[in-house]
């Protein structure tokens, strides 16, 4: 499979392979302020943007990493990035993360639309047992989104990760199985944006 040729579309989010000539699309998003403060990248310049593109294009070549750039189809505008991450090919188990979207698209239903879409693409073309997210222990707005997906807390990993402020962050890790996300699913988008 050529993880660099996959993308992944319905109707309210696009996901295409991220590459370099995206840089000058996702810098306005990238160096909004705040916008990534639990994570431990750092895109807020764009030299920093660059090396974090390069990061993610290296990880795909290494079969460990599927990163996207995110297009939000109501506006056809560039949102931001998303990726597979961690991705354990012998366990069946793989990380969704790094997802950065621009501000305006906060609360618009589009992060619900785009993980269900990456979701259902990881259990059921992708053959994966488990997806796992991991969050900042602090940042409770991603913590009700993944646990809407149906993703349950499985523990807490106890500073553990810097970020680039210095400050060492506690990480919750979830978990979510195909049997949980097949029970959630119908129920999602019913009430959802």
């Known amino acids: 499979m050529n993880l660099n040729k996959i993308s992944l579309e319905n109707k309210r989010v696009k996901l295409i392979p991220l590459s370099e000539d995206h840089l000058e ?21 764009e030299a920093a943007l660059s090396a974090y593109i390069k990061n993610a294009l290296e990880q795909r070549d290494k079969r460990l ?12 505008a560039t949102a931001g990035c998303t990726r597979y991450m ?3 090919w012998t366990n069946k188990v793989l990380h969704i993360g790094a997802t950065w979207l621009g501000r305006k698209f906060h609360g618009s ?21 488990k997806v796992e997210f991991r969050i900042d222990e602090r940042n409770l ?16 990993l106890l500073k553990n990760v810097y970020l680039s402020d210095g ?7 979830y978990g979510l199985f195909p049997e949980s996300w097949e029970e959630i699913k119908p129920k999602l988008f019913s009430t959802s944006k």
């Open 25 to 45: 699309q996702l810098l306005p998003i990238a160096i909004e302020p705040g916008l990534i403060r639990y994570s431990p990248s750092v895109i807020h310049s």
């Open 167 to 173: 400050f060492k962050r506690n990480t919750c890790c």
């Open 109 to 129: 239903g589009l992060n619900t639309h785009m993980k269900s879409l990456m979701i259902d693409y990881a259990f059921q073309v992708l053959k994966f047992e």
């Open 141 to 156: 707005r991603s913590r009700k989104a993944v646990e809407k997906l149906g993703a349950e807390l499985e523990g807490i």
């Open 65 to 76: 990493a599927i990163p996207f750039l995110v297009i939000d189809n109501k506006s056809a």
């Open 86 to 88: 961690h991705i354990d």
